[in-house]
């Protein structure tokens, strides 16, 4: 590959505000108007051809279940063995193609997403995903973080060659997976939803897409910018299926990898039945696979009290406690609590929730019935035992129009108990108070109670324990932060992943992740021919 790729720019470096009275404001809400009035009709793509099977779901918004955005065809097992065929079809014209050429298609969508796209899509996510608008502009820049970034860094990549040697040369062939890839995303990052296809395309690989049904026009409009900015067909094909026929896909023989991120339970059913196939496929399936997390505030005595506090509500509570890195659980001092308390019974019941195309919401609804229902099962759970939980803040539910389930807060007196070791996945924040003097032991407690290890913070003025909350909690995250709440990982800059249940920590936003979607072949050619069969040792 002939050509520089400059290092980029992180584009949610430039987010737009929406600030009343601008024109960026005026046009979303003309835009919001114009996707609530309308119903997309979303067909499978495969090949190339748009396919329509008749099983139809309806794709609705999570604050407004009224309000029906698209209606969506869904792919049956012949309609997957035709993807996985298609796939593997484009491979061959797909892997040869300079890598000018196949980055080129992911940097224009990039640019049509951070420019002429951007209000549509931003539209996209605020209705069909429940985010306000920052939520949404911080989503759509990471995507087109990740294809800026990673056409970066496929490019370092092919630079990557071994060691030369006088009379031979040696070179890598940086080679895709030989198959097709499995892209299963998430409902909560329209982000995640466009880099899980994408990456592995990038670097010469066929995908077949399974986008989450909650949220499958937001996904539809990403596949659409792809085909605009020149994808060709068969390289990602977009096949929202029910979850009952996956294994159709993971039982083919040319299934060469599956690039996830969802549910720990989900993860372990797709390596299992892998694990089952293993002797029927063509090469051993690369799994890179992003769970869950139960992730933590630690504060520590020496903390600023209003700032970790707040911390802690935007942590909890933004995107309603669906981002796989929210804080779910944290850990107070004793001394520091009565005044973290006063200022969270204060603030929380302040955050405006509501439909996200009022713009003076925060906070939207949880994404579908079962989330609601989910969330509201712990929360009889906690007020079924007073003894042991606490409603510091009780935000309470409300199904009436949409999801909606407000902030709340619960105090433990139980450190390993449900709320404080099992994911929620929802804006309820669980509070362990610890007495000062076992900053150390508590640490311990942080370590040991949660099977996860995906993001966790520590708040500190004191440079000693910052310094041991660092080193004891080695193990408990794959993004740790310092005086900063667990959320918020920018491409380039916090590379994202984590160990234990949480995934394969194979780090999304770096060169890591794109290394696990190629097979190099060492090629080495020699200069001159020997004229003897022997040895110098043997004259």
Known sequence: MNYNVERPVNDVNTIRSYAPKSVDRGRLEEELKRQRGSTVEVPLVIGGRERRTGQVVDVVSPHDTSVVLARAHLAGPEELRDAAESAISAQADWARLDGYHRLAVFQKAATLLAGPRRTRHIASIMLNQSKNPYEAEIDLAELVDFWNFNAYYARQILEMQPNQYPGETNRFDWRPLEGFVLAIPPFNFYSIAGNLPTAPAMVGNVVVWKPARSV????????????????????????????????????????????FTGSYDTLVRIWKRIGANIETYRNFPRVVGETGGKDFIFMHPSADVRGTAMNLIRGAFEYQGQKCSACSRAYVPESRWPEVERILKEEVPKVPVGPVDDLENLLGAVIDEAAFQNIARYLDYARQRPKEYEFVVDGGVDPSRGWFVRPTVVRTSDAGGKLMSEEIFGPVLTVYVYPDAEFEPTLALCDRTSPYALTGSIFAKDAHAVATAEARLRWSAGNFYINDKPTGAIVARQPFGGARRSGTNDKAGSMLNLLRWLTPRNIKETAVLPDDWRRPFMD
């Open 216 to 259: 499958i026009l937001a996904n539809y409009e990403i596949y659409r910018i792809l085909v605009d900015a020149g994808l060709p067909p068969g390289v990602i094909n977009f096949v929202p299926f029910a979850s009952q026929h996956a294994n159709t896909l993971l039982d083919h023989p040319a299934l060469a990898g599956v690039h």
